[in-house]
């Protein structure tokens, strides 16, 4: 079984800057792309940014110069750093990871997991 864990959400004024963590632990056998996704109240969830294993990254247009996503192939983290934060930025952040997994058969497979969410508010 796969998990992921997310801290770093909060409420933070609109300027301000937050960094949201995301671990994966459990039978990996190694982690594909990782990337954080939000959803505000009444839209639909969207892709925030996104990072592969040889550290490609994409964002969001709404977000790019301001969110910085990167990652810790060792400690299987995905991290991104939020700043110049806007009250549109409020959400719920979403990690989420496609991972590699061998079945006790050794066949391997891929597998999406995601994350609890953990909310980010930005006052004006």
């Known amino acids: 079984q796969v998990q992921l864990v997310e801290s770093g959400g909060g409420l933070v004024q609109a300027g301000g800057s937050l960094r949201l963590s995301c671990t994966a632990s459990g039978s990996i056998f190694s982690i594909n792309a990782m990337g954080w996704y939000r959803r505000a109240p009444g839209n639909q969830r969207e892709l925030v940014a996104a990072?592969?294993?040889?550290?490609?990254?994409n964002y969001a247009d709404s977000v790019k110069g301001r969110f910085t996503i990167s990652r810790d192939n060792a400690k299987n983290t995905v991290l991104v750093q939020m700043n110049s934060l806007k009250p549109e930025d409020t959400a719920v952040y979403y990690c989420?990871?496609?991972?590699?997994?061998?079945?006790?058969?050794?066949?391997?497979?891929?597998?999406?997991?995601w994350g609890q969410g953990t909310l980010v508010t930005v006052s004006s």
């Open positions: 990072i592969t294993s040889s550290g490609r990254t």
């Open positions: 989420n990871a496609v991972v590699t997994v061998v079945a006790a058969d050794g066949n391997s497979r891929y597998l999406e997991v």
